[in-house]
């Protein structure tokens, strides 16, 4: 169970009122049963039920059974798309271990309405289910040429590039160190000027997934989990 309480041995540690009724209703949890909570900076802790209120169930932290550590630092940065399919991006996300994803929008972005409490829900259930300690932030949706104006410095950008031309990601393999960022296009792809202008930024590295064009959400996946094999862990 993901919490935002602190966590520290006989600390008591409060779930949300939807959490509680899970815990009791769905995981039928009674006073004196263990189970395995985690917040994002204190590591994972083995939680005994302390008490079962009319609102809510009050637990207590017994003892840390994982310290915390996190994953690469990868970002996934994603055009929003149709929001079945960034709901899908984030959920993939969250179990391949990107650490923020971030929503651009692009001159072609065709960007349903996009609801950030739902995609927060999605990447803490995934990082739940997947055993990871930390809970990928996602950010509010950001113009393509904001972002690039401020980028970070240090951090590296693998450019997934559909067009033709860009090598295949284990070119990645000799990159060396450093934060790295994942950008994938929109439904229409990147417009030339947006394309023109990634390419020539100092910190991208364009690369193709292969010879077919693939969905958003597909490229997300093979994206993320090439760049695992190239660069990351
Ligand atoms: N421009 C494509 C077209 O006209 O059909 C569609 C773009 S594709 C649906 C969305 C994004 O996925 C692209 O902008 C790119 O970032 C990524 N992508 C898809 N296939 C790819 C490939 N074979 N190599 C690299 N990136 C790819």
Redesign the pocket.
């Known amino acids: 169970l993901h919490v935002t309480s602190p966590l520290a041995v006989a600390a008591p540690v409060a779930p949300t009122l939807d959490q509680s009724r899970y815990l009791t209703q769905v995981m039928r949890l009674k006073a004196g049963d263990d189970l395995l909570v985690f917040n994002g900076r204190d590591g994972e802790w083995r939680c005994t039920v302390a008490e079962v209120l009319k609102k809510g169930v009050i637990l207590r932290a017994e003892e840390q059974v994982r310290p915390q550590t996190f994953g690469p630092d990868l970002e996934l940065i994603v055009?929003v798309v149709k929001k079945a399919r960034v709901e899908t991006i984030v959920e993939k996300a969250a179990e391949l271990g990107a650490r923020r994803l971030r929503l651009v929008l692009t001159k072609r972005t065709n960007a349903d309405r996009i609801r950030l409490d739902r995609l927060d829900a999605i990447a803490e259930e995934a990082a739940e289910q997947t055993g990871r300690m930390d809970v990928p932030a996602v950010d509010d949706p950001i113009k393509l040429d904001a972002l690039l104006d401020g980028w970070e410095t240090g951090r590296r950008l693998m450019?997934?590039?559909?067009?033709g031309g860009?090598p295949a990601v284990s070119s990645l393999h000799d990159a060396g160190e450093g934060p790295w960022s994942i950008?994938?296009?929109?439904?229409?792809?990147?417009s030339p000027e947006e394309g023109k202008r990634l390419r020539s930024l100092p910190f991208t590295t364009a690369?193709?997934?292969?010879?077919?064009?693939?969905?958003?959400d597909?490229?997300a996946i093979a994206?993320m989990t090439l760049w695992q094999a190239a660069v990351g862990d």
């Open positions: 055009a450019f997934c590039d559909e067009t860009a950008l994938i296009g929109p439904e229409g792809g990147f690369v193709s997934l292969g010879p077919r064009i693939l969905r958003a597909t490229a994206a």
